[in-house]
């Protein structure tokens, strides 16, 4: 398999060459090799090429069987005309990725959810979020006195994510609730027209339910558990998704993918740069060793997936772990043990 690397800025490079270090003994010990290239994105590819997302690194995505990609940005870029985000924005463009898979697990009761115990004992739901529409693609408009930001959304943009909402649903607990604000935006009244209409009627087998944003919000603090699959909109997505990874214990430990309709799939930690702490080597790696294990069961790895997954999960409960979780150990000793429980297969799913 091949592997696009956008190592990212702050602690990005960091927690990437960890996860990548954790991908390599997977791959020894469960017979795969990952041909790895590594390319400018982000913060660094402003400083180097004036371009967070640069040509060299668009030709070079289409070879990749997954695109690898670590946190990007930092107060150094925030005021620039160009900006890391704009270099993201483009990059889920170029790949056609335009559903966003955001498992919300309780990976381990040892990690503390600022909801009492019940409510979250046993959490597992996935939020998908739509990734290439919305507010974030729509015209814009800023003057001194005023700026426009357009929401907008087509039926095939809203069938095709909501169909991949159905489709997982049907392989956990066959509950989907779509989320949206129809009693005052009319994209949101498009959305439940088309899931109800054109999506729902398709899987009989699927219970189907609807939250309007907000009241979706109290939700995932008052009943996380009645919740399976969550599908919304762009920036909808965005925020529950980071409401819902602090639920579970904290967005340091969160993954995600963004796929579409072929390969390559995008998979990066949804945590930010951290730049406070960049170089320090107490980043917490968790979430983008999470990541890999989400990328290879995509790419048919399944076992070494489920094997990275259950070292990560045991490193969690039982130690090495970073200061952000209460260790002392640094980023290097975390991967270090996670590869040596897969490397001696310590651990199973």
Known sequence: ?????LPGDGIGPETTRVALSVLAVAGDVYGFSA??????FGGNAIDSHNDPFPAETRAALPLADAVLKGAVGGPKWDTGEIRPEQGLLALRAELKVFANIRPIRQWTKKIASPLRDELVDGLDMIIIRE???GLYFGPKELTTETGMDTCRYSVDEVERVARYAFELART?????????????LSSSKLWRNVVVERVAPDYPDVELSHQLVDSMAMKLI????AYDVIVTENM?????SDLAASVSGGIGLAPSSSLGSARPGLYEA?????PDIAGK???NPTAMILTVAMMLRDLDQTEAANAIEAAAIHCLEHGPTTPDLGGSATTDEVGAAIAALIQNREVTA
């Open 236 to 240: 909808f997505g965005d925020i529950l």
């Open 172 to 184: 956990r607990r066959g509950k989907v609730c779509s989320v949206d604000k129809q009693n005052v």
């Open 281 to 283: 080597g107490i980043a």
């Open 35 to 40: 041909e790895v290239t590594e390319h400018p």
């Open 131 to 133: 990734l290439t529409g």
């Open 222 to 225: 008052e009943q996380p558990l």
């Open 270 to 274: 949804i945590h930010g740069s951290a």
């Open 1 to 5: 398999m091949k592997i696009a690397v």
